[in-house]
């Protein structure tokens, strides 16, 4: 993540709130959303005191209360004054306000698709080491795994809304970025469901580990395919009781086991191994048997027979309704939103847009990247349909359709990763 500009380290005792913190270290060091942010509470003062961390301010993106002791804290924070010298500021035109805005509003855009993208490559590599560990040190693995379901947890649980956030990044291990797909959007429908600390971190383990059992298979069999002859796909279905097994030795919850038992079963009793319906799976197992299945719809392991998610959505509706909780499937597609990010689609005044994230609590208007003719896609602003009257999206298209030009620049990415990040107020840039 490009760190705040002219950034200073700060002892923890001179905090105060209004201050523009960048805490060091990994996301999964601490529990709050971002890794820089404004202080707003004493209590998060006294939470990052307790951490031990190293921290650095911003003096120019602060605002600092008046500390109660000046003398004390003069020396901590003796930056915060400026220079005596500082001219006072130049009046500037509307023009240069408004580039002046735009720059601003760009640089916050790829800070927080930086902040994302780390944070999910930091999330995939501590899954992949912990998958690693499962044959030999299963006990150690399952505490991995609880640590870093906890980390997402502290970050989902709260009142305040959630973007769900298209990642531009998303090389590495895809059996990891599996796994991490399924876990965030299983456990944001978890969120929605109003699920309880405890069964946010079942359902989160259990959807990590979901297909822990593939660690016992052939490399060719872990992936099932229309072409496996019978004795091939019984052997790719025991992936689920080996997976058991794995969970066992690992300690898991009871809950969390279920997940992993259950994940390929059916609402209508038509799914393995067991053939339970709705009424034998727990709600968790439900949520991620539906999430696993978008997630291989739109990732599957031969990439040219991917779907636009826009597809996957249409597809689990129209195919999936007696296959899903048709309750877990109704409130998936309400977070998601019909367009979920990933899709391309036209917008009602004719441009060409790729939907890059959902408010989960509000996704009828999502946030579109637009093709526009003579800006650079470096330099194009995230637009907001919620905060632009009269635009919305006319349909969804299939990337090959777009016109080559709004292709090229548009750019869809051939593995759809998603993460999450608190919803913040847009600065959506003006339609011409």
């Known amino acids: 993540m490009k760190q705040p500009l002219n950034t200073q380290p700060i002892a923890a005792a001179a905090l105060r709130i209004g ?28 939470t990052m005191r307790a951490l031990g961390l190293k921290l650095r301010w911003c003096p120019e993106q602060s605002e ?5 002791d000046a003398d004390a804290e003069a020396d901590a924070i003796e ?22 805005d735009h720059r601003e509003a760009l640089t916050d855009q790829r800070e927080a698709q930086a902040v994302c993208e780390r944070q999910f490559g930091e999330a995939a590599k501590a899954c992949k080491a912990m998958v690693d560990m499962v044959p030999t040190k299963p006990q150690g693995a399952r505490e991995q795994a609880e640590a870093l379901t906890q980390a997402l947890a502290d970050k989902m649980l709260g009142d305040r809304d959630l973007c769900i956030r298209l990642l531009n990044e998303t090389a590495g291990d895809k059996a990891a970025a599996h796994a991490m797909n399924v876990t965030v959007i299983s456990m944001l429908m978890g969120r929605s469901f109003g699920f309880s600390e405890t069964d946010m971190l079942d359902l989160g383990v259990g959807a990590m580990l979901h297909d822990i059992g593939k660690l016992d298979l052939p490399e060719r069999i872990r992936h099932r395919d229309e072409h496996f002859s019978s004795s091939e796909t019984r052997f790719y279905e025991e992936h689920v009781a080996h997976g058991v097994a794995h969970g066992r030795k690992m300690g898991l919850s009871s809950g969390a086991l279920l997940v992993v038992a259950q994940h390929h079963e059916h609402a209508d009793g038509s799914g393995f191994p067991l053939k339970l319906n709705s009424d034998r799976m727990t709600i968790a197992a439900r949520i991620v048997a539906l999430v696993n299945r978008f997630d291989n719809l739109c990732n599957p392991h031969i990439p040219s027979r991917a779907i636009t998610p826009h597809e996957a959505v249409a597809l689990l509706f129209a195919q999936g309704r007696n296959k899903f909780d048709t309750a877990i499937l109704g409130a998936f597609i309400k977070m998601m939103g019909v367009y979920p990010p990933g899709s391309a689609v036209q917008l009602t005044n004719d441009r060409f847009a790729i939907v890059v994230g959902v408010n989960s609590s509000r996704p009828l208007k999502p946030r579109v990247l637009v093709h526009e003719h003579g800006v650079p896609r470096e330099d194009a602003l995230i637009i907001d349909l919620e905060h632009v009257a009269g635009l919305g999206i006319r349909r969804s298209m299939k990337p090959l359709a777009l016109p080559p030009e709004s292709l090229g620049y548009l750019a869809p990415k051939p593995r759809t990763a998603y993460f999450f990040e608190p919803a913040r107020d847009s600065r959506s840039a003006a339609m011409a």
């Open 64 to 68: 600092p209360e008046a500390p109660a």
């Open 79 to 100: 930056a915060a004054a400026p220079p005596d010298d500082q001219a006072a500021p130049v009046p500037v035109s509307a023009e240069a306000q408004s580039q002046l």
């Open 19 to 46: 201050m523009f913190i960048h805490l060091d270290g990994g996301w999964m060091s601490h529990p709050f959303p971002l890794s820089s942010f404004k202080i707003s509470s004493h209590g998060q003062i006294e």
